[in-house]
């Protein structure tokens, strides 16, 4: 598939820039399913398009939130086969959402720790000059 000269695209280094992520990473995700074939130019190389940005931007901060690569490779094949996967697709995000939540719960638990543990040694500091 050749991408149009008229419409926006980037190189794969370009788009790696513009979503944080190593070319390695992004011709790995392609490889894994995660990302649909990207367009060509007429000299073969990969063009993305603001929609393949978007769509990366999207796993990137799946990933970020510690959804599994699995899970991510669920929730890119469910979105090809169209609308009648909303419902799983839904499913899916509402899932990782209760895991991210639990997550942060932990986290903050872990950050009161870290509070005290600063707060206890810059008193012990005071208490030293």
Known sequence: MDISTREMSLTVGEAAERV???TYTLRWYEQEGLV???GRDSAGRR???EGDV?????LTRLRRTGMPVR???RYAEL???GDRTLGARRALFEAHRARVLGRMAELEEDLKVLDYKID???RAEEEQA
Do not use: K, S
């Open 20 to 22: 944080g992520l190593t």
């Open 36 to 38: 649909a074939p990207v």
């Open 47 to 49: 063009r993305y398009t």
């Open 54 to 58: 978007n769509w990366l931007m999207l």
């Open 71 to 73: 899970d991510m490779r």
């Open 79 to 81: 979105a090809r086969q």
């Open 120 to 122: 206890a040694y810059r």
